[in-house]
C-alpha cells in the first residue's frame, strides 16, 4: 500500500503540471485570429467592396458585415457582438473612421486595427482611431478584470480540500452555504481594495464587484463540493481543471477568444471564469451593458450544484470519499492530512488563512507589478561612422524623451546587434549617411517581444516627426511556432511549477519522509522525468519548441531539482505554509521580473533589480538563449539556478542535522517537543489546496 501511495503522490503533480501547462502552451504559442466579428458602416459599392476585401484579404481572420447605420454599428461594438467598426468616409471625404473598445481586451482592439487599417489605407484614405470603452489611467494593461475572475475562482475551490481534511462537517450543505455567503462578501472586499482603492486598477463599483462575486465564488465553491462529495481528494483534478485551466484561455481576458482555438470559444460562453470576468468587464467598462447574460450564467452553476449536492448528500449521506468522518463537529482531527490533532478553533483558523494568503499576493503582486506598464530607462545605442553626429542624436533623443530611453552612442553595428542578442541593450539605432538618407533600427522580437513593439512604436512616431525614412530590421524574430513570444515563459514556468508542486504534495502527503537520503533520489528521478516528459510534450505533441532536446532536458531537469530543494526547505521547516513564501519568490515575484511576458523595462524597478537573483527569470533566459540565441549567456544564468539548488542542499543537510540532533536528545531522555514543521504543524492545509 506504502508503494501505491507513493506513486499516487508522483501521479497528482504530474497530471496537475501537464493540464496546466499542456493546455496554456497548447493554445497560446501560436494565436491565430479566426472570424473575429467587425463592422462596415456605408453604403453603395464601395462598403460592399471593403466587406469583400476583409473577407478575402485576412484569410478567415475577420467577419465582416455590412452595417448602414452608425449608431447600431456603436450598439454592437457596446454590447461585444463586433470588436470593431469601421466607418468609411462619406462621398468626397478622405478620412475613414476606426472605433474600437478597449475595455472589451486590449490584444483584441490592437488586431482589431491590424485587421482593418490596411483596408483603409488600401483606398488611400486616412484612419482616424477613437475608443468607445478607454481603459482607466489606472489599469492601462487591462488586467484587473482577469485577476479579479481568477481569485474568485481560487477561492471559491481552494478551500475545499483543507476543509475536507480539517472541518469536514462544515461540508454538509446547510452548513456551507451560510459560510460561503460570509466568505464570498470577505474575499471579494479583500481583492476589492487591493484593485481599487490600493493599486488604482478599478474605480468604484464595490457593491456591483461583490455581486459577482457571490454568484462567482457560489457557483464555483458548489461546483467542488458536488466534486468533493463524490471524488474526495481526488476532486482537485476536475476542479482545477474546470475552473482555472480551461477557464483562463476561454475567458476573452487576457487573449481574444478569437484566438484560440474553437473549442474555447464554446467553454466561453458555459464556465464560469468566462462568465464572472465578461461580467465585470460589463460592470466596470460598459456601465452593465450586456452581464445578464454572463450572470444567469453563473446563477445557473450555483443552482445546479447545489441541487446536485443535496441529491448526492440525500442519497449518500455526509460521508466523504476516503474522508474523515463528517458528522461530529467537535470530533478530533489535524490541521492537515498527517499532522497532529488542532482544536477546532485552529483548524478553522487554518482553512480559511491559507487561500486568503494566496489570494493577496497573487492579485496585490500581479496588480501591481503590471496594471500599468510604463517604459523606463530603455537602453538604445545610436550608431553612426561620426561620433560627433552619434553623440549629438543622442542628445536629442535623450532630451525629447526623457527617462523613456536610456541612450548611448557607439560606431560599430556588429559590437550593438551583438548586445541586442546578448541582452545588454534593446535596440541599436543607425543614422543615415547622407540627408535623404535612411535611417535603420534594430532590436529583436525574440529578446522580447513587447519591447522590440514598443521600440518600432517609438521610432516610427520619431521618423515621422522629422519626415525621415526608417527601415526596421528584426536580427532575431521569433519563429513561428512562437509568434506571441510566450514559449519560454511556459516553459521555464513548467520547470517551477514540476520542483514546487512535489514538495507540496509530498510534504502534505507523506510527512514520514523526513531525511534529505529518502528525498534525493526521489527528487533526482522526478526532475529527471519531468524534464523529459515536458521536452516531449512542448516540442513532439505540441510542437511549439522545436530541437535543443538534450539542452532542454538537462536545463529543465536542474532548475526542477534545485526548485524543490527551495521547495523543501520551507516545507520541512514550516510545513504546508511553507509553500505560501515559495509561490511569492519562486514563481508571482518572478513572473514581472523575467521579462517573459512584459519587458523589464516596462514594470517597477523593483522587479528589474531582481531579474539576475530570481530562478524563473533565469529559467526564462535559459530557455530563451538556447532556442534563439545560440545559448548566449546560458552559463551565467545556469550559475543563479544552481546557486539557489546547492544553497538549499546545504540547507537541508543543516535540516537533517537538526532532526538527528532532536532524535538523540529523545533518545536520551531529553526535552521531547518536535520541532516546528516536522512533527507539530502550523496553520496548514492538505495538499490539494495548492491549486
Not at 475552473?243 to 473549442?263: D, E, K, Q, R, T
Not at 505560501?580 to 519562486?586: E, G, N
Not at 524563473?616 to 545559448?631: G, I, K, M, Q
Amino acid at each position: 500500500m506504502k508503494i501505491v501511495k507513493y506513486v499516487f503522490l508522483f501521479v497528482m503533480p504530474f497530471l496537475m503540471v501537464t493540464m496546466m501547462y499542456a493546455t496554456y502552451m497548447g493554445t497560446m504559442h501560436s494565436p491565430q485570429t479566426r472570424h473575429m466579428p467587425v463592422a462596415v458602416v456605408g453604403s453603395g459599392a464601395v462598403a460592399g467592396s471593403v466587406v469583400d476585401e476583409l473577407e478575402s484579404a485576412t484569410n478567415g481572420a475577420a467577419d465582416a458585415r455590412l452595417v448602414a447605420d452608425r449608431s447600431q454599428a456603436l450598439d454592437l461594438l457596446k454590447d461585444r457582438d463586433v470588436a470593431g467598426v469601421l466607418q468609411i468616409p462619406a462621398d468626397g471625404a478622405t478620412e475613414a473612421t476606426l472605433y474600437t473598445a478597449q475595455g472589451a481586451g486590449a490584444a483584441q482592439a490592437g488586431t482589431v486595427k491590424q485587421l482593418l487599417a490596411p483596408v483603409a489605407a488600401g483606398h488611400d484614405w486616412t484612419t482616424k482611431a477613437v475608443d468607445i470603452a478607454p481603459l482607466p489611467a489606472g489599469d492601462s494593461a487591462g488586467i484587473a478584470v482577469l485577476l479579479a475572475a481568477i481569485g474568485m475562482m481560487v477561492v471559491g475551490y481552494s478551500p475545499l480540500s483543507g476543509m475536507t481534511a480539517a472541518v469536514p462537517h462544515l461540508l454538509a450543505v446547510r452548513r456551507f452555504l451560510p459560510v460561503l455567503a460570509g466568505w464570498a462578501v470577505v474575499t471579494s472586499t479583500l481583492s476589492w481594495l487591493i484593485l481599487g482603492p490600493i493599486v488604482g486598477a478599478i474605480d468604484g463599483h464595490y457593491l456591483p464587484f461583490v455581486g459577482v462575486a457571490l454568484l462567482a465564488t457560489g457557483a464555483v465553491a458548489l461546483g467542488q463540493l458536488l466534486l468533493v462529495k463524490i471524488l474526495g481528494g481526488l476532486a482537485v483534478l476536475p476542479g482545477m481543471l474546470l475552473w482555472v485551466v480551461f477557464g483562463v484561455p476561454a475567458s476573452n481576458l487576457a487573449m481574444s477568444i478569437h484566438s484560440m482555438p474553437g473549442f474555447f470559444g464554446f467553454l466561453h460562453g458555459v464556465l464560469p471564469l468566462p462568465a464572472a470576468g465578461e461580467a465585470l468587464r460589463s460592470i466596470v467598462y460598459f456601465g452593465g451593458r450586456g452581464a445578464g447574460t454572463h450572470l444567469l450564467t453563473l446563477a445557473a452553476w450555483l443552482v445546479a450544484a447545489l441541487t446536485l449536492a443535496l441529491l448526492v448528500e440525500h442519497r449518500k449521506g455526509l460521508a466523504i470519499p476516503s474522508g474523515p468522518p463528517a458528522d461530529d463537529p467537535d470530533a478530533p482531527l489535524p490541521a492537515m492530512a498527517g499532522g497532529p490533532v488542532r482544536s477546532k478553533r485552529f483548524r478553522y483558523f487554518a482553512v480559511a488563512a491559507f487561500p486568503l494568503a494566496i489570494l493577496t499576493i497573487v492579485i496585490g503582486v500581479m496588480s501591481s507589478s503590471l496594471h500599468q506598464p510604463q517604459i523606463r530607462d530603455m537602453p538604445v545605442v545610436v550608431v553612426s561612422a561620426s561620433h560627433e553626429q552619434a553623440s549629438q542624436a543622442a542628445r536629442g533623443l535623450q532630451d525629447g524623451l526623457g527617462d523613456l530611453l536610456s541612450v548611448t552612442t557607439g560606431t560599430s553595428l556588429d559590437t550593438t546587434t551583438d548586445q541586442i542578442r546578448q541582452g545588454e541593450v534593446v535596440g541599436v539605432y543607425v543614422l543615415p549617411t547622407s540627408k535623404d538618407g535612411t535611417a535603420t533600427l534594430y532590436t529583436s522580437s525574440a529578446a522580447g517581444a513587447s519591447q522590440h513593439n514598443a521600440l518600432q512604436a517609438m521610432f516610427q512616431q520619431i521618423s515621422a516627426s522629422q519626415k525621415m525614412q526608417l527601415e526596421l530590421t528584426d536580427v532575431q524574430p521569433l519563429k513561428a511556432s512562437d509568434s506571441g513570444g510566450s514559449n519560454s515563459m511556459y516553459a521555464a514556468m513548467a520547470w517551477i511549477m514540476a520542483g514546487f508542486l512535489i514538495m507540496a504534495v509530498l510534504r502534505g502527503g507523506a510527512p514520514e519522509i523526513k531525511r534529505l537520503r529518502q528525498l534525493l533520489p526521489m527528487l533526482a528521478g522526478w526532475a529527471v522525468g519531468m524534464a523529459v516528459w515536458l521536452w516531449f510534450l512542448f516540442d513532439v505533441l505540441i510542437g511549439a519548441i522545436n530541437g535543443h532536446a538534450w539542452e532542454m532536458i538537462g536545463f529543465g531537469a536542474l532548475t526542477i531539482f534545485s526548485i524543490s530543494m527551495f521547495t523543501g526547505v520551507f516545507t520541512r521547516t514550516l510545513g504546508i505554509a511553507g509553500i505560501i513564501p515559495v509561490l511569492l519568490i519562486a514563481l508571482l515575484a518572478g513572473i514581472p521580473a523575467s521579462g517573459g511576458g512584459i519587458s523589464l523595462y516596462m514594470v517597477p524597478e523593483v522587479f528589474r533589480n531582481l531579474h539576475g537573483v530570481l530562478p524563473l527569470p533565469a529559467a526564462v533566459e535559459v530557455v530563451r538563449a538556447t532556442v534563439y540565441f545560440d545559448h548566449t549567456g546560458v552559463a551565467g544564468h545556469l550559475a543563479t539556478i544552481a546557486a539557489w539548488g546547492a544553497v538549499c542542499l546545504l540547507l537541508h543537510v543543516a535540516i537533517d542535522w537538526g532532526i538527528a540532533r532532536r532524535d538523540r536528545e529523545r533518545a536520551d531522555g531529553g526535552p521531547e517537543t518536535p520541532a516546528r514543521g516536522q512533527d507539530a504543524q502550523e496553520p496548514a492545509l492538505d495538499r490539494t489546496v495548492i491549486t
